[in-house]
Structures are given as C-alpha cells and as structure tokens.
C-alpha cells in the first residue's frame, strides 16, 4: 500500500520560512518524479512545484519562484519544499503527489499524472 505522509506545515508571519516534507512508502520512491500542490479556501487545488524521479529537474509555478525550493533524499523517501518570503497568499493546504508513470519526464504541472497523494498540511501565512 502506497502511503505518502506531510508535515511540517504550521502557522508563521509574512516573510517566515517553512519546509514541509513528504514521506513515501510502499513504492520504489527514486523511481517517480514527485511533485507538491497546493488548495485555498473556495479555490481548485493548483500546481507549486515539481522534480523529476532522479532530482536533475525542477518545476516552479511563477508565483513561487524565486521564494520556494523543491527537494529529495532518495535515500529517506523524502521529498522537502522549502518555502521562504512567504506571503498570505500562500495560505493553503499543501499536498505532496507521486507520479504515474516511472522516469517520466513531462506532465508534471498535471493533477492526473499523479497516482498517489498526501493528506495535505496546513499551512497558514499571517500579514
């Protein structure tokens, strides 16, 4: 059974720092791109940032980059986001996600590509 595991969400000021990670079992996790979304109140759940299964690329939705920094251990099944600069708009639910298909290269901004989830973590930015 494939589990995918958040934490390290919380409650921080404007211009805070957080890193929530996601820890995978129940697959080979250096085999999968991993990727990490996010959903506000009364809003669709939306694509933050993405990295392929072996970490040589990452993926950033503009209202991130520059602030945010995707991350993996292959050797914990881990994937981190490093999120600095933060602003009350990044107030949401964050999810980790796996990806379908093995060494895949593409589709990453795509919730279905993404077999499996997290529960979310909360994350709350206050102004």
């Known amino acids: 059974q494939v589990q995918l595991v958040e934490s390290g969400g919380g409650l921080v000021q404007a211009g805070g720092s957080l890193r929530p990670s996601c820890a995978v079992s129940?697959?080979?996790?250096?085999?999968?791109?991993m990727g990490w979304f996010r959903q506000a109140p009364g809003k669709e759940r939306e694509f933050v940032a993405a990295?392929?299964?072996?970490?040589?690329?990452?993926l950033y939705a503009d209202s991130v980059k520059g602030r945010f920094t995707i991350s993996r251990d292959n050797a914990k099944n881990t994937v981190y986001l490093q999120m600095n600069s933060l602003k009350p708009e990044d107030t949401a639910i964050y999810y980790c996600?796996?990806?379908?298909?093995?060494?895949?290269?593409?589709?990453?901004?795509?919730?279905?590509?993404?077999?499996?989830w997290g529960q979310g973590t909360q994350v709350t930015v206050s102004s």
């Open positions: 990295i392929t299964w072996n970490g040589v690329t990452t």
């Open positions: 129940g697959r080979t996790f250096s085999y999968y791109g």
């Open positions: 996600a796996s990806k379908k298909r093995t060494y895949d290269s593409g589709g990453y901004h795509s919730l279905g590509e993404y077999a499996y």
